[in-house]
């Protein structure tokens, strides 16, 4: 782990032999009796996003309750934006950081049941990278479509381990899945994303390559190591304008999962460093929204889902040994939209988008800070509530004017003050409103995807699929959950496909069943194709999560799934219903279901 007293710098001897190195392809010719020039290798991308932690969440930003040596001292060797901007919820900026687009003009609209699909028209960035020789991975939680091609291995990511969902039910050995396929994870989530992180920095140390790690804490449920929370189960907190609100053990373990995040870094930064790539690299840290609580956040209004500061604000820093001077804080707007064009143009790539990117090439900022800059504006939507924000001020949802510049936490309206500002901003938030109603579907015509020939895994999740009759959701919130109460033939799960290609596959199903409630016959059908099959091994119906949990779940809890094979489907290309019923149930009841799989044969 890198601790304080780390420079992140590389030894007297490898530039000795780098140097010795450089003279000797200089000085090898060519078939024509030329020296061969010397290819620089493009820089390596790590881009580290957390889930829910808000720019308060460090010990850097102030935060005295919570120890972030590892991510503040990749603050104070970078570059920290003080005025970084992200969308209220997870599934948006993580379009808007892949795409270089606001959220709504890419499809996504919602955290769930296919809202969060990225188009496919669009292009993301580890498509660019990829095209261009990169090696391409991402780690952890995806959240921008689950079904190939809206799955990380469709959108320019050769590798991807974690899960699809916007949340996940259990984060010890969980249940996750490797391009495509299910497989059980290793220890604690975050641990476990850290270690093949760690081994693709490892086996791509020769090429470039572009290492996205969504981190999916401090995210609940909220369950971190006991060693951890051994640190924080007793902690003083700070007090803060929401204290009142504050439910103050949620708060501890959202701190513990920071402390282990930042433990995970210091690993992730030290294989770098140990590697001899630092100088090479380019390393990039920050969250996707606001705190997921009222906990101390600087005194800024609001938390996750909220269009204010705290919604919205996140930490930002990037650090490029000997190419960004270190140790600068950055007070220009910047968003997520700007990662994309900037760490293009950061690698030296000529790409045009055939769309407009809302999003600026921040790099100029990042080498001369005295660069003219203009004052631009960031705009923030989510759920029929929106802001805008320039340079100094910040037009809220209800049409306040703040003078950040004085005020940073919303205190005192001076719209009165600034009539002309007031009124400018007024007219461009507008305007912004304007574009996201153009944008938004009012329906989602969008199957969910199924079958494409590239690709061998289909998943089809409790998620994505459509109850009927007594069936139930086993929570409100629709990620990470499962179905249960399946008591009737009448009953039914559908899901609305479009299959890609004609194909035969192979049908699993994801189930929890006990011994007194064996015996039903499923049936699978779409159009005219249809297969069958019983219901024949028993797995207990215990629901697991609560004593890993250090503050009581809203979301669904998870159970110890079994796994049925029920049969050979196929299947041909076109849009329909994929339907699955129980035709036979002697004894009462069917199943509790989670996950239909389709592979194709």
Known sequence: MMTANSDLSFSRNFYLQLAMLFLFLVQVPAANGQPIPVKEQKPNIILILTDDQGWGDLSISGNSAVATPNLDLLARNGVSFQRFYVSPVCSPTRAEILTGRYHFRSGVYSTSEGGERIDLDEVLLAEVLRKEGYRTAGYGKWHSGAQYPYHPNGRGFEDFYGFCSGHWGNYFDPMLEHNGEVVKGNGFIIDDLTDKAIEFVTANREEPFFLYVPYNTPHSPMQVPASYWERFKEKELLPHRYSGQEDVVHSRAALAMVENVDWNVGRLLERVENLDLLDNTIVIFLSDNGPNGFRWNGDLKGRKGSVDEGGVRSPFFIYWKGKIEGGKTMHKVASAIDLFPTLLSLTGIDYVSEKPLDGKDLSSLLVNEEVEWPNRFVFSYWEKKASIRNESFLLDEKDQLFDLRSDPGQYHVVSDQFPEIYNQMIKEKQARLAEVLAELPEKDTRSFALGHPDFKFNQLPARDAVAHGNIKRSNRFPNSSFFTNWTSTTDSLTWEVDVLADGEFEV???????????????????????????VMDSYGQQLIGADEDRVLRQESYEQNWGK????????????????????DIPKGKVMDFRLMTLTRI
């Open 508 to 534: 699993e199903v994801y189930y929890t069943c006990e011994a007194d409630f064996l015996g039903s016959t499923l049936h699978l059908q779409m159009g005219d194709a249809s297969l069958q099959g019983k």
């Open 564 to 583: 049925m094979k029920l049969g050979k489907i196929k299947l041909v290309k076109g849009i329909g219903q994929l339907t699955l019923k129980a035709i």
